[in-house]
């Protein structure tokens, strides 16, 4: 029978946020990691375990954290699969990911910071021991191999990376989706690329350009600012031309076909290749 920490605390505090209109989740998220100080295992949407660690910031993992990213990948991914998780945090669509693909698919999931990057290797080890094909690089994803330096923000979940200077201590490895695909041998087409990285999309577009013009790739999931970014997401997207089948943006509940530089505020977006 599964636990109350499973099924039964995840489902209150949906129903707790819910009704205040996600009033309260910061609250509710340190009350969370006072109540598991040594961290808590529950299910995922696709049914397989993930380790939640004891950190308020990452309480929203737990009562369902963007759904709609969740549902969307559900619906794209297919077991036999290689997805790439890009910024993964500490491994939350990489487990959903993994689960997708099973045992015959593959997922790499990419992450420069060193204390997200243990969480992550937690919960890819949890994937592995269920029979799951997952791996984590401990790098940055850019348009290219090289360093960058790793930017931290308020919250683990904001970090993000800029250009590195020559010779920064500092500086983290980096890689491009294009290279990766080439070093792990990829030989059929990568079937989802995910990017969080708080800012440096356009980089990492620009770094799988090569692949998406090949047919290599089939979706991409990125986030999108209005203004500049989106406006550098636009030009990359009018670059690739007829490689590009559609764009579409979370918007009022759904998948909405549009232009990136038409969103109003900070949004997810879907790419389908040709």
């Known amino acids: 029978m599964p636990s109350f920490t499973e099924t039964v605390l995840p489902g209150l505090y949906r129903s707790a946020l819910k009704l205040t209109r996600r009033r309260g989740a910061l609250t509710l998220g340190r009350m969370n990691a006072r109540a598991f100080p040594q961290g808590q295992h529950f299910r995922l949407p696709t049914g397989n375990w993930f380790f939640l660690p004891p950190d308020p910031h990452f309480f929203g993992y737990l009562h369902g954290h963007e759904s709609h990213i969740s549902q969307l990948i559900a619906q794209l991914v297919r077991p036999g699969d290689t997805c790439f998780d890009i910024g993964a945090n500490i491994g939350y669509f990489t487990a959903q990911l993994a689960a997708l693909c099973g045992s015959d698919g593959r997922v790499m999931a990419y992450e420069p910071d060193g204390s997200n990057f243990g969480w992550l290797q937690r919960n ?105 970014q989106a406006a550098e997401i636009d030009a990359i997207l009018r670059d690739w031309g007829k490689s590009v089948a559609a764009l579409r943006i979370w918007r009022d509940g759904q998948w909405v076909p549009s232009p990136s530089v038409d969103i109003t505020s900070r949004s997810d977006a879907v790419i389908d290749f040709a």
């Open 124 to 228: 890819i080890d949890l994937a592995q021991a269920a029979g799951h094909h997952a791996d984590a690089v401990q790098a940055a994803v850019s348009d290219r191999t090289g360093r960058r330096k790793l930017v931290r923000g308020s919250e683990s979940t904001l970090h993000t990376t800029i250009k590195a200077e020559d010779g920064d201590p500092e500086a983290i490895a980096a890689v491009s989706v294009d290279e990766e695909i080439e070093r792990l041998g990829i030989a059929g087409p990568v079937r989802l690329i995910k990017v969080d990285v708080e800012g440096h999309e356009p980089g990492v577009l620009r770094g799988m350009a090569r692949s998406v013009k090949r047919g290599e790739i089939r979706h991409a999931i990125i986030e999108v600012s209005p203004g500049s």
